[in-house]
């Protein structure tokens, strides 16, 4: 018989390459790791490591139970957590991962209301940007990702439940005393001079796809994920930025004046989670509490 955790054992020796870094991975010794890839080849009857100085390679069985792990262990997961809340969500975990400005706006208020209506349910919280926080719902380190897409980006979210919550449109973002300063919006070609500081990797693709869309390139500064740190830069007087509204309300732009870019730059700020998750209580309450707290 198969057991969950040695295809968590599995997962990690083939994501480390070693059985030395699965263990730090997993925080267990290096024989513990060997003995139950050990006691999973002897359930599989084949050989799924392939040994080879300290090169770790798949054989063809280890690759296709690896790609079934993910499935597998979120299926479990997905029964564990439903069978715990069956009486009314009095017990019930939830790991929610989260880009930063949605950790500060968003999840706050959710979390909030859904201690109030089921204080057994228990809610952990990282943060990550997508893809990685997509990579994390996939490998079944975490039940829901919060994460967001510009335009036609997020096709390869067609596998997963896509709870829709807001449009986030990106502020302009000049230092005060700057020409454009007092004017409610300003064509994004009029920056095209400007020095800029720039944000995650994904806005970071969106603007200069939009500025190179207006005629220009965009001369980048600075490039940071840290949203204070953009508009600390930009309240320096050393560049121009666009940013999320919600990476603004969380943050005081001391120095900063926001104008509205035209044409409009939008992201939609999504809840993703998988097809057998959405049915457990505890994710699905959570899913309705980030519904409503986008709603407010």
Request: charged letters at 20%.
């Amino acid at each position: 018989m198969i057991e969950a955790r040695h295809l968590r054992v599995l997962r990690a020796v083939a994501g480390t390459g070693s059985f030395s870094a699965a263990a730090r991975e997993l925080g267990c010794t290096q024989p513990a790791v060997s003995q139950q890839m050990k006691a999973l080849e002897s359930s599989a009857g084949t050989p799924l490591l392939i040994r080879t100085g300290r090169e770790m390679r798949l054989t063809q069985a280890g690759e296709a139970l690896v790609r079934h792990a993910s499935g597998i262990l979120a299926g479990l997961t997905a029964a564990e957590e439903e069978v715990a809340a069956i009486a009314g969500l009095r017990a019930g975990r939830v790991r929610l991962v989260s880009f930063p400005s949605g950790s500060s706006t968003l999840v706050p208020g959710a979390l909030a209301a859904l201690r109030a209506a089921h204080p057994g349910t228990r809610v952990s919280l990282v943060e990550a940007e997508p893809p990685r926080s997509v990579e994390m719902l996939r490998d079944g380190d975490c039940d829901i990702a919060l994460a967001f897409r510009y335009g036609t980006q997020g096709a390869e979210w067609d596998d997963l439940v896509v709870r829709p919550l807001l449009t986030d449109r990106l502020i302009g973002l000049v230092p005060e005393g700057h020409g454009l300063a007092d004017r409610d919006e300003v064509g994004i070609g009029e920056l095209a001079g400007e020095p800029w500081i720039a944000g995650c990797p994904r806005c970071r693709r969106q603007l200069v796809e939009v500025c190179e869309a207006s005629g220009f390139t965009p001369r980048i500064d600075f490039a940071t994920d840290d949203y204070p740190a953009v508009i600390g830069l930009v309240g320096a007087g050393l560049g121009v930025a666009v940013l999320p509204a919600l990476a603004i309300e969380s943050v005081r732009p001391r120095g900063a004046r926001t104008v509205s870019v035209e044409p409009a730059i939008e992201r939609e700020i999504v809840a993703l989670t998988l097809p057998d998750l959405a049915h457990v209580p505890a994710v699905a309450a959570t899913l309705d509490q980030l519904s409503l707290a986008a709603a407010r």
